[in-house]
């Protein structure tokens, strides 16, 4: 089982800048994609990031909110720290926080859908995999821990 919040690290590479030399807003969400992807497989190791199980269960990102709190440079180190916040009968929400050392840089969540890839539709989520979504949610919110995430 993950820690209460997760934290992954991201170095920031040349090529991830834009022509004002700091990081380009969609690299933060390339960030944001791999900490949530070891979040995931962290919690739940049999998950296949790059496609659906053997029962053609998988999930869709539906939805993500970034905002942008300060820029971020060249050669600087990203600490990504994300949890499971809402989880849903087919869905479930992450929540993070970017920061380099004690500068937040940016902050937001994002949504995943359960989806079924041979009907081509949302499905509910699992029962096992709903249950340890939301006891890595509960363990979150009975360990009192606080960050400068944006709040439900």
Not at 31 to 58: N, T
Not at 82 to 110: D, P, T
């Amino acid at each position: 089982m993950a820690p209460a919040d997760f934290v992954h690290h991201e170095r920031v590479r040349f090529g991830d800048l834009d022509a004002k030399r700091h990081l380009n807003n969609v690299v933060f969400l390339r960030y944001f994609e791999s900490a949530r992807i070891a979040l995931i497989r962290e919690l739940v190791p049999e998950h296949d990031p790059a496609g659906p199980d053997r029962e053609g269960f998988g999930f869709i990102f539906a939805e993500c909110q970034i905002v942008y709190r300060a820029p971020v440079y060249f050669d600087e180190e990203i600490a990504v720290r994300c949890f499971i916040g809402e989880v849903r009968r087919s869905a479930f929400e992450i929540r993070f926080a970017m920061h380099v050392e004690e500068r937040l840089a940016a902050e937001g969540h994002g949504w995943l859908v359960g989806y079924d890839y041979a009907a081509q539709r949302s499905a509910r989520l699992p029962e096992e995999l709903r249950e340890r979504l939301e006891r890595a949610a509960r363990s979150r919110a009975e360990s009192g821990q606080r960050s400068a995430m944006i709040d439900p």
